[in-house]
């Protein structure tokens, strides 16, 4: 009974792990068989190649942003939804986002962003800001943050939702005590609320973060990491040099290196879970 | 005095978090509107109009054509249904039959092998382009629907795993002994007892996977090379690059496109929502 799963995995999870840190290794465009051996030479371009150092830095603004903004704006959301009348209503709008694909999210801040008569310019132009508008996505950095708003848009529901699941399950005599004691609004919110949500707050953080590391279909289909490659993240870049430039080794290597920040990025995120954990 | 004055705060208040928030709602909903509101028009009034302006003759039937037809989306739509369909209940199917002699195996081994089935989710996606284009070229399988088919089947069957494992395990031990007593072997024992009591992650499994497959464009991308076998997101992500200046064909795609999981969570969000909370306990 375990052998379908198990064969599943072995051929198609397991194998071509080790085969990618194997063609690491190899000089190999893709086709023919694989002889070029070259060593460490893929790891040593990893360091000194200059757009995925860039590549590098636009991934760490995107972790960035994104474990703040969408946390931040989840939690406030789940807050103020959270038993509030049409509570349902409103947790489906803030959430429905989550089930749309990054391609379709994609496309539809494409629409948002088009220069010529896209939804963001004109409605600063009618607003009488015209000046304000521009090419989001054709300006470097800009183009970064501008996309990073699509992101965010889709991952503040997913906070939401967990952070929904937080409140519930804060016992209600914690609250019932707080609040008799005389704290509400803020004050209740900062010293119980946020300090009880706190493992939660660690759980989404983690996973954003882990999430963001990878992100690629986005800027594949808002930018394609242009222009000039400004926009690119770890995974396009990786992308690129794989079955665009057809430097597999290369690309392989480039994953592994996102394998070893996902691995420090984790370990961190377990031991922030652990230190922070809190007890009722 | 002092009480009356204080319920007028509570009101106020009240008033005040509901405008905020619906506020921030149609806000976050201006995205899907724009979207909405261009797939209905013809493209000649979304050049010459504003976005917001009104539809002066609804165009969303032949805008859905022109993207099902032209934009050959169809093709990418029915790649998709199978994909997800069949991809999504096979792994969930394989992921139960494993899960059940992990949750059940009394040895060590079990916990070792669920930990195993765990890694597989650790890996980015990313190391697996290089190695599965070699494959599927050597295997015969490029830009096939049943070499994506199983390897939708492959990459949700960690997760399936861990899903319906953690289901199994909170079905007490005494009916697994007393089937044995009845003298129901291992495999009846699975399909005529827990299968049917698992039913609740049965179903939380093969929805978040469906919806997962459904969205998939990485795999689709570098797996695919023609509409014969492409999925709907990377069918979309092409469709964008081409019809860069006919947003209303391109609108309707995306609508079409995104209708089934936003159907999905219509009408199963209780399992949808049981499966993202899985899915971050996990993480």
């Known amino acids: ?45 990893l360091l000194t190649d200059h757009n995925l150092r860039r590549a590098l830095f636009n991934t760490f603004l995107w972790v960035v942003g994104m474990v703040t903004v969408p946390v931040a704006l989840g939690m406030a959301i789940a807050l103020m939804v959270d038993g509030v009348r049409g509570e349902v209503f409103f947790k489906s ?37 015209g000046g304000l508008a521009r090419a989001w996505l054709g300006i470097p950095r800009v183009n970064s943050f501008a996309m990073m708003a699509a992101l965010a848009w889709l991952l503040t529901g997913f906070a939401m939702v967990i952070f ?56 594949y289909v808002m930018t394609g990491g242009g222009p000039f490659f400004s926009s690119e993240t770890i995974a396009v870049t990786m992308y690129r040099e794989t079955f665009l430039t057809f430097r597999f080794g290369y690309g392989a290597a480039i994953a592994n290196f996102l394998f070893v920040l996902v691995v420090i990025c984790t370990i961190f995120a377990i031991r922030q879970g652990f230190k922070r954990e809190v007890k009722y | 005095m002092a009480v009356p004055v204080a319920g007028q705060a509570a009101v106020a208040r009240r008033v005040v978090l509901h405008l905020v928030l619906i ?9 899907v509107y724009a979207l909405v509101l261009t797939a209905l028009k013809s493209n000649s009034q979304v050049i010459a109009k504003p976005f917001w302006s009104a539809p002066e003759r609804i165009a969303i039937w032949e805008n859905a054509q022109a993207a099902w037809k032209r934009g050959r989306m169809g093709e990418f739509f029915i790649n998709s249904v199978i994909y997800a369909s069949v991809s999504g209940v096979g792994a969930v199917f394989f992921a139960s039959m494993a899960a059940f002699v992990v949750a059940r195996l009394r040895l060590r081994a079990g916990n070792l092998l669920f930990y195993l089935f ?11 382009l290089v190695p599965l284009v070699k494959m599927a070229h050597a295997g015969g399988w490029y830009n096939t629907r049943e070499g994506l088919m199983l390897v939708y089947i492959a990459i949700a069957i960690p997760f399936a795993v861990f899903v319906m494992r953690n289901y199994f395990v909170t079905i007490p031990q005494d009916l697994f002994d007393s089937a044995v007593v009845d003298g129901l072997s291992t495999f009846q024992i699975y399909t005529k007892i827990f299968l049917p009591l698992a039913k609740p992650a049965l179903a939380v499994g093969i929805i978040f996977q469906f919806v997962w497959i459904w969205n998939d464009f990485l795999f689709g991308l570098v797996l695919t090379s023609s509409p014969k076998a ?54």
Do not use: C
């Open chain 2, 230 to 283: 492409r999925p709907v997101a990377t069918g979309l992500a092409f469709l964008a690059g081409y019809y860069t200046l006919d947003w209303a064909t391109l609108a309707a795609g995306t609508l079409i496109a995104s209708l089934p999981t936003v159907l999905v969570y219509v009408l199963l969000q209780r399992y949808f929502v049981r499966g993202i909370l899985a899915g971050a306990i996990k993480g």
């Open chain 1, 93 to 129: 709008i803030f959430f429905l986002p989550y089930t749309i694909s990054f391609v379709a999210i994609g496309v539809m801040w494409k629409w948002m962003y088009y220069p010529d008569y896209g939804v963001v310019n004109s409605i600063l132009r009618h607003l009488g800001l």
């Open chain 2, 23 to 31: 506020v921030l709602a149609l806000l976050w909903m201006l995205p």
């Open chain 2, 118 to 128: 765990m890694l597989g989710t650790f890996f980015p996606f990313q190391m697996y």
């Open chain 1, 164 to 219: 929904l699941a937080g409140l519930r399950s804060i016992p209600t005599e914690i609250i019932e005590a707080a609040t008799l004691d005389g704290l509400s609004g803020w004050k209740l919110f900062r010293h119980i609320l946020f300090p009880l949500l706190t493992p939660f707050t660690t759980l989404v953080g983690a996973m954003v973060l882990l999430n963001t590391l990878k992100v690629f279909d986005v800027i």
């Open chain 1, 1 to 45: 009974m375990l052998l379908p799963a198990l064969a599943f995995f072995g051929y198609f999870l397991v194998y071509p792990i080790l085969f990618n840190i194997y063609v690491s290794f190899f000089d190999w465009s893709g086709l023919g068989p694989v002889t070029n051996f070259v060593g460490l030479r893929n790891y040593e371009r």
